[in-house]
């Protein structure tokens, strides 16, 4: 690994060190027997490498982030989720902007009896959290929808394979996020994650072949949104799994482990510059690489895979459903798999923009599915202010956020929805923090939470920000306003969103 000894190491990789966080399964049945207050606080932080979060504003209830490859699921394991939640949480559970979904509400001492249930449907939480290789995302779409070059999901589950259980990855210098994709409309805000694989096309041996162009270094937080550099990097899709192998080995080698506001893979990249980072993959490699091919993205297009769309098969449909800023309850995860086993192939899909996809409805099955009671509360058509709004989890469950975000986001759509009607595509995204899970900075409306005062009093509030944009022609976006009180923003957002909306 880089030579730390003029490094200060922070608090984590000093736990790191003393014991293998991802060996803290093994001691889930004495903290059970003990009781959670007994759990110390180092113990607490490895728990997340297995995907089992404390939580302050909970006291003796935690979280658990499951892990789902390009967000591909199926009625089995949602019927699962919504059992586990009943029996041992609220009720509800959040799907995130990885495709991933939160467990509410769980207890030390269930934790093992969902580890099992998970199993049993082939899901599990390990490394959901802490210094791991992520949630891998892709188009949740992908070997459906006609608007991609190719189907990239079998590349995400062989990174997947080499990466989950392997202590080889276990210990980076900070989280990592990871999108893989074959789509051309924009799905998956590659710009932002450390390793982004987008499609496009090589002249090789006179032919024009299929594959990925590479970029790296992009994020939401740790001091904003960086865009991810262009390697110049052109791969295959069946060699595609083992270069970001080799590109996470060479952060977990180079990467600083001092201050972890500064050790994302971006500030490695600012420090080496994308040309010695592509010699050290290449030598890391073992064999030249290809330069970038042409990109196959379509610039315009930003699908949130919200409505009806033909498949690719002829005569099979899938639906994007809204869930409202990503909070599904128990009876409605039930409802989907019942739609998904009685009108399609039984597949759903976790969206980035914390919606849900059905797979496979024929022709004739689609006005009695459009009919369906679930589909009045999950739409399939919303007004364009409710299918672009997302939110993270906010201060009811999350301690880095400062304000209540999904509330606030509902409200706020049903005031829009009131005050401008219908209007063109618009995303608004809400983050309760600097930590950006709610990716604000890649909305056309951002919303950053935090405290302000109004008069005497402290009030929920927002700095806005303005066209940030990810995908071929990805921008930071501009701070418009700062300390907007969050009840103030329907009257403010109602005069923006036609601005933002207009051609």
Not at 338 to 365: C, E, K, M, V
Not at 447 to 467: I, N, S, T
């Amino acid at each position: 690994m880089r030579a730390v000894s003029d490094q200060k190491l922070n608090k984590i990789e000093g736990i790191k060190a003393e014991k293998d966080p991802f060996d803290i399964a093994k001691e889930i049945a004495r903290f059970a027997s003990e009781g959670w207050e007994a759990i110390p606080d180092d113990d607490k932080e490895r728990l997340k490498w297995r995907g089992v979060f404390f939580r302050k504003q909970t006291p003796g209830h935690f979280m658990m982030r499951l892990r789902s490859s390009n967000g591909l699921m199926n009625s089995e394991q949602f019927r699962v989720i919504a059992r586990i939640s009943d029996e041992f949480g609220p009720g509800h559970v959040d799907i995130t902007t990885r495709q991933q979904i939160q467990l509410r509400g769980v207890a030390i001492d269930r934790v093992e009896d969902i580890w099992r249930s998970l199993e049993d449907v082939g899901l599990h939480s390990r490394q959901t959290g802490m210094d791991n290789v992520r949630g891998v995302m892709g188009c949740p779409a992908a070997g459906l929808t006609p608007k991609e070059l190719f189907d990239a999901s079998a590349v995400v589950r062989q990174f997947d394979e080499i990466i989950v259980g392997n202590r080889e990855f276990t210990n980076l210098p900070r989280k990592f996020n990871v999108t893989i994709t074959g789509c051309c409309e924009n799905c998956t805000h590659g710009e932002a994650q450390d390793i982004s694989l987008t499609p496009a096309f090589k002249e090789m041996g006179g032919e024009k072949i299929k594959g990925f162009n590479v970029a790296v270094g992009g994020k939401m937080g740790s001091g904003g949104y960086t865009v991810a550099t262009p390697l110049d990097v052109f791969v295959l899709p069946e060699e595609a799994a083992e270069l970001c192998a080799n590109i996470t080995r060479v952060f977990r080698d180079n990467g600083s482990r001092g201050n972890r506001k500064k050790n994302r893979l971006a500030f490695l990249i600012q420090e080496w510059g994308a040309e010695k980072f592509r010699t050290e993959l290449e030598n890391r490699t073992g064999s030249p690489l290809v330069t970038a091919g042409e990109d196959a993205r379509d610039k315009k297009a930003k699908n949130p895979h919200v409505g009806i769309f033909r498949q690719k098969e002829a005569g099979l449909n899938y639906a994007g459903l809204v869930v409202p800023v990503g909070r599904i309850t128990s009876r409605q995860l039930s409802e989907a798999a019942r739609l998904a086993d009685d009108y399609g192939s039984g597949d759903i899909r976790l969206t980035p923009s914390q919606n849900i996809i059905i797979a496979g409805i024929p022709d004739a099955r689609v006005g009695d599915f459009t009919q369906e009671p679930l589909l009045k509360e999950l739409r399939y058509d919303p007004p364009e202010v409710i299918r672009g709004m997302v939110s993270c989890t906010g201060i009811d469950y999350c301690h880095f956020a400062t304000i209540e975000t999904k509330e606030h986001a509902i409200e706020l759509g049903k005031q829009l929805e009131n005050q401008v009607g219908q209007t063109l595509p618009v995303t608004i995204h809400w983050s309760g923090c600097p930590n950006a899970c709610g990716n604000h900075a890649a909305a056309d409306i951002g919303l950053l939470g935090k405290k302000a005062r109004r008069g005497k009093e402290v009030v929920d509030a927002v700095d806005v920000f303005l066209k940030g944009k990810t995908g071929p022609d990805s921008k930071v976006p501009q701070r418009l306003l700062e300390n907007v009180p969050c009840d103030e923003l329907p009257e403010l957002l109602s005069r923006v969103v036609p601005y933002i909306t207009r051609k």
